[in-house]
Structure formats: structure tokens, C-alpha cells
């Protein structure tokens, strides 16, 4: 089957309080939807890539994105409508593999051994992910106030890529949304619909770039990949 690569990219970065949407700003040069759009373009086992942007985005076509090897479809009110309309422009046996603009130190390996999945009967699809590392606390949602420690054994952040049939993950984020339900990502979407889904322990460099400070990390991490 192919596989599908499809790329939220219509956010609106509001934590970055940048003077445009976070997956326009430049690292090292190229800008981060860039780095994003080119790592996957590179990979030697993705066919395509689809690129959810936002109707008023000026910001893609200023930046010549449009002149790559892309699709492009038009991003949603929340994330997972973005991804929606990308999977929608998928073919009826393709893989889909989601992946954040707003990730562009995702390592070529985990996404080889994500795309590995594609062999495993016991599982639906998988999502790469990274252990808990502090101490996790529960508070209430009112307060600040501490009512006790999680227990980490067990904990992991959930990354991108994310990977699935784009058929049963287009069902899945359908009957999601369709049920009011917190679709965060797709594997939520796919956890809801009775699916397995596995993990790949991936590099932690492969953050989701979110608050100021992660820039120059990012641009580290960048730096090191070509290196
Ligand atoms: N995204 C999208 N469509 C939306 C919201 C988000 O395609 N309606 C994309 C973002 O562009 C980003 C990815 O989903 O690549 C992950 O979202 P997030 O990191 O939360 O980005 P923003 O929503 O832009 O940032 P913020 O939440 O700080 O506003
Ligand atoms: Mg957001």
C-alpha cells in the first residue's frame, strides 16, 4: 500500500505569541512547516504529502511552499478537522502517517520503524512516543493544589508521525467528532473506536515546538540531524 504522509499545518500558534503562525517562523534558515514538509518529502517510503493550511494562510504562498511536490487542502476549526481533510484526499488502501507542522526534528529511523507497523496483524496502527520524565501530579481542575502524585510506571508523551489505514482512521475521527468527543490526536480517535494501537519509543529531540523557548532548541536538534 502507499503511504500517505498528511500534515496539520493550519494552526494559529497562539502560545508562541509570534507576529504569525509558529510553522513560519525560520530555523537555520528555512522555515519550520519547511523542515517539516522536506523531511518527509525525503523519507524513502512516503509517496505523497498532503498539506492542511488555513484559508487566509498568505504566509505558504509567500513562501513558495506550493512549488513542491504537495497537495494541499484546507485546514478545519480544531486540529483534528485539519487532519480530516487531509485524510479525505487519500485512496481507499493508502496508509496514513499524521505528522505536525510544528515537529520538524522528527528522526528518518522512528519514522521507519513506525511505517514497520504496516507488517503487524496485532495492531491497527501505531503513534511514536517518548517515556514520562518528571514526576506527574494530579490537581484538581479549580485549584493549585496538589491531590496526588500519578504514578509515572506507565506514562508517555504521544508524538508525531501517528500511523493507520487512512479508511478506518477517516471512520474513526468521523464517529469521534461526531460524538462530541476530545480528539486530540488520531490515536484517541482510534483508542475510542475499540483499536489497538501501539507504541514506538522515539527520540525525545522530536518536540513539538510550542513556547518561545523552544526555537533555539529546535534549531539544535536540526542542527544535529545534518550534521
Ligand atoms: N493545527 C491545524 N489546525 C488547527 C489547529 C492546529 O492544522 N485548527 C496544527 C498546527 O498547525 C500544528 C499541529 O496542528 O502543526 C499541532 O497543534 P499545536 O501545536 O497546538 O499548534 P497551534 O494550535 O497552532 O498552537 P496553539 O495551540 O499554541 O495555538
Ligand atoms: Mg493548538
Known sequence: ?????????????SRMQADRPKQYLTLNGKTILEHTI????????????????????AYFDSHKLRDKPIRVVEGGKERADSVLNGIMMLSENDWALVH?????CVEDTDITSLIALMGNKDVAGGILATPV???MKRVASSGNV????????????????QFFPAKLLKAALLDGLARGANITDEA?????????????NASPANI????????PLAEFYLKQKFS
Open 1 to 13: 500500500p502507499r503511504v500517505v504522509a498528511v500534515i496539520p499545518a493550519a494552526g494559529v500558534g
Open 38 to 57: 522536506d523531511a518527509l518529502l525525503a523519507h524513502p517510503q512516503i509517496d505523497d504529502v498532503v498539506v492542511a493550511i488555513s484559508p487566509g494562510d
Open 100 to 104: 505536525d507542522a510544528a515537529r520538524p
Open 133 to 135: 520524565r518528571d514526576t
Open 146 to 161: 496538589i491531590s496526588h502524585t500519578e504514578d509515572r510506571d506507565g506514562l508517555w508523551h504521544a508524538l508525531t508521525p
Open 188 to 200: 484517541s480517535a482510534m483508542e475510542l473506536a475499540g483499536y489497538k494501537v501501539a507504541l514506538v
Open 208 to 215: 513539538k515546538i510550542t513556547h518561545p523557548a523552544d526555537l
